[in-house]
């Protein structure tokens, strides 16, 4: 999918993609180094609901995303954007939302809120798919 195409909310433009990225790097980060899990999980699809001007080069920025369990252990020090997917039917999957604050210099995430996917979402077409997905991820609608 294409990157540059609009998004609810707020329209994505080249302009605002590198917060978009920071918003959505900080997200997957947080939920990685914060949750008691064995594995990284990596994005499999992500939305940016909303931004709010907070002042000058800030903003809030409110996004919807998925997560999948990778192979890499958490430990391992990998980034999670360069590890695979398990494979499998039963997966575990996070639905995620998050508000970011994007400043010049720092991205904090000021809330995280997530919960158990559909386990079902990991059948073979999604397989397929997932191979052929490189590892950054997309926003595009629901």
């Known amino acids: 999918m294409d990157r ?3 998004v609810s909310g707020f329209p994505f433009t080249p302009n605002n993609a590198p917060m978009a990225e920071k918003a959505l ?3 997957m980060t947080h939920f990685n180094t914060q949750r008691a899990i064995t594995h990284l999980y990596r994005m499999t699809r992500a939305n940016m609901k909303r931004v709010v001007p907070i002042g000058l ?14 192979q890499c252990l958490k430990n ?6 360069q590890c ?3 494979a499998g039917f039963f997966v ?9 604050r994007v400043m010049a210099t720092s991205t904090q995430v000021v809330s995280l809120h997530c919960g158990h ?21 997309k926003l595009y609608k629901y």
């Open 4 to 6: 540059r195409r609009g």
């Open 25 to 27: 790097e900080a997200s």
């Open 57 to 70: 080069e800030t903003y809030d920025i409110m996004l919807k995303f998925d997560l999948k369990e990778t």
């Open 76 to 81: 391992s020090g990998q980034d999670a954007q």
């Open 84 to 86: 695979n997917f398990k």
């Open 92 to 100: 575990p999957t996070y639905t995620c939302s998050s508000r970011v």
């Open 117 to 137: 996917g559909s386990s079902s979402e990991s059948g073979s077409s999604e397989e397929a798919a997932n191979k052929e997905e490189s590892s950054s991820w």
